[in-house]
């Protein structure tokens, strides 16, 4: 298994404004992904984060509202641009290692007012 | 379309009462199906992989099993502390990358 951590674990923020999300894993992974989960339901897919590349973006999400990096195998950024309160949410980041077991991060929680 | 359905939707038991939880699925070409606990306020924690049908997994009072169709995750003589929602999720056939997740189990267990 990987731990994943991830800064911050919750921030309050004003609209308009935009907050990064850090990623830190503890050992090498194949690949990283973004989560959002709005209260009570699951988890969504925002991006695949690709290592020295673009990332790879789902449908309903787009570089210019959530740019991601990728330096290397053990870091990623989630930056969350223009914020609206419609973003506030959970936003997790995963992992995997080998297979397509995937680990997760503890969450950063966002209130957008 | 790739689909997984997760029921009930909560489920609140005694403690020691022992049941199942259930996860559906319609993706063709089953490569996996994993399991994971979240606790309020937490990143999902990862529980189980199941690959093929008739296979079982057991993690202290959690015990998942895999048809074709579907995975049960049974919780035997509960305590308060697996109180958690439990979420189960399958990859996409065409994808090498993403996983599909259920909506989840709202567990509570009463002392």
């Known amino acids: 298994s990987a731990v994943i951590s991830q800064k911050p674990s919750r921030d309050i923020c004003q609209r308009g404004t935009s907050l990064t999300i850090q990623c830190q894993v503890d050992s090498q992974v194949t690949m990283m992904f973004w989560y959002r989960q709005q209260p009570g339901q699951s988890l969504t897919l925002i991006a695949t984060?690709?290592?020295?590349?673009?990332?790879?973006?789902e449908s309903g999400f787009v570089i210019d509202k959530f740019p991601i990096s990728r330096p290397n195998l053990t870091f990623s950024t989630l930056t969350v641009s223009n914020m609206s309160p419609e973003d506030s949410s959970i936003y997790l980041c995963?992992?995997?290692?080998?297979?397509?077991?995937?680990?997760f991060g503890p969450g950063t929680r966002l209130t957008v007012l | 379309e790739d689909q997984v359905t997760q029921s009930p939707e909560a489920l609140r038991l005694q403690e020691g009462e022992s049941s199942s939880l259930n996860c559906s699925y319609t993706v063709s070409g089953l490569r996996g199906l994993f399991w994971y606990r979240q606790d309020p306020g937490k990143g999902p924690e990862f529980l189980f992989t199941?690959?093929?049908a008739g296979e079982e997994k057991e993690k202290e009072r959690l015990k998942a099993t895999l048809t074709k169709k579907e995975s049960f995750l049974h919780i035997t003589a509960p305590k308060p502390e697996d109180s958690a929602t439990y979420l189960c999720?399958?990859?996409?056939?065409?994808?090498?990358?993403?996983?599909?997740f259920g909506k989840g189990t709202r567990l509570h267990i009463l002392p």
């Open positions: 995963s992992g995997t290692i080998s297979g397509n077991e995937q680990f």
């Open positions: 999720a399958v990859p996409l056939m065409n994808r090498d990358d993403k996983i599909i």
């Open positions: 984060a690709n290592q020295g590349s673009e990332a790879t973006y």
């Open positions: 199941l690959y093929s």
